[in-house]
């Protein structure tokens, strides 16, 4: 298995909502992102797990929260989301090693909020 | 501070013609870049990667050190060269390492 694939494909939630989105990849990658992308822009990181450990936290709202239960797996919980959140999600692995440490990415959920 | 500058939002040209996606950086250290395409309904996916000196699709990049750019080049375009292209530089953090994107070049091939 050579992709990393994302669940759901697309979501629809009001602000009231909890949801999750699932990445998984059985690469044998030990680093996982994820990225929110707005139409026609560049994605943006928002976290970085290295070794099931949280690296980086881009000073995203505690909206959301992820979490890495094993090396192969990486969520994205949801909860009292804004329209603004609405967005591509993406996620992305990497060996997690060296300057050439190179990320492959998702196919993305597309979140819409109501 | 570490930037990716894609001076040109869209791009149009010929098929047939020579096409060039530009991209500058600003980065101290040794960098590493990244080209990564996203084309229509479909993820975005690596195609170059400077230390590997590669051809994919016909794209070529240069590491240019003196003028700070790494621009993205192919002869010859094709309709199927249409698509959102992502120029990235990657960086350490912690115990990682995090891609910052240019805003991106839409290139579309005209027929």
């Known amino acids: 298995d050579t992709e990393v694939t994302q669940t759901p494909k697309h979501l629809v939630m009001g602000m009231t909502n909890k949801k999750s989105l699932k990445c998984e990849q059985h690469?044998?990658?030990?680093?996982m992102y994820w990225y929110k992308q707005k139409a026609k822009k560049p994605p943006e990181l928002m976290f970085v797990y290295s070794y099931e450990k949280l690296s980086i936290n881009e000073s995203v709202p505690s909206r959301f929260s992820p979490e890495c239960p094993n090396s192969s797996l990486l969520n994205l919980h949801l909860h009292a989301l804004q329209p603004e959140d609405s967005a591509l999600y993406l996620c992305?692995?990497?060996?997690?090693?060296?300057?050439?440490?190179?990320?492959?990415f998702g196919p993305g959920t597309r979140l819409t909020v109501l | 501070a570490q930037r990716v500058t894609q001076p040109e939002k869209l791009l149009s040209v010929f098929k047939g013609a020579p096409v060039e996606l530009k991209c500058n950086y600003s980065y101290s250290g040794s960098p590493e870049l990244f080209w990564y395409v996203q084309y229509s309904r479909q993820r975005l996916q690596l195609l170059l990667r400077?230390?590997s000196r590669e051809s994919i699709k016909g794209f070529t990049a240069d590491l240019n050190k003196g003028e700070t750019s790494f621009h993205l080049k192919k002869p010859f375009a094709q309709e199927e060269d249409s698509a959102m292209y992502y120029c990235?530089?990657?960086?350490?953090?912690?115990?990682?390492?995090?891609?910052?994107f240019g805003s991106g070049t839409q290139l579309t091939v005209l027929p």
């Open positions: 400077h230390i």
């Open positions: 690469m044998g990658h030990r680093a």
């Open positions: 992305a692995s990497s060996l997690g090693q060296g300057m050439t440490d190179t990320q492959y």
């Open positions: 990235a530089l990657s960086l350490p953090s912690g115990s990682a390492r995090q891609l910052t």
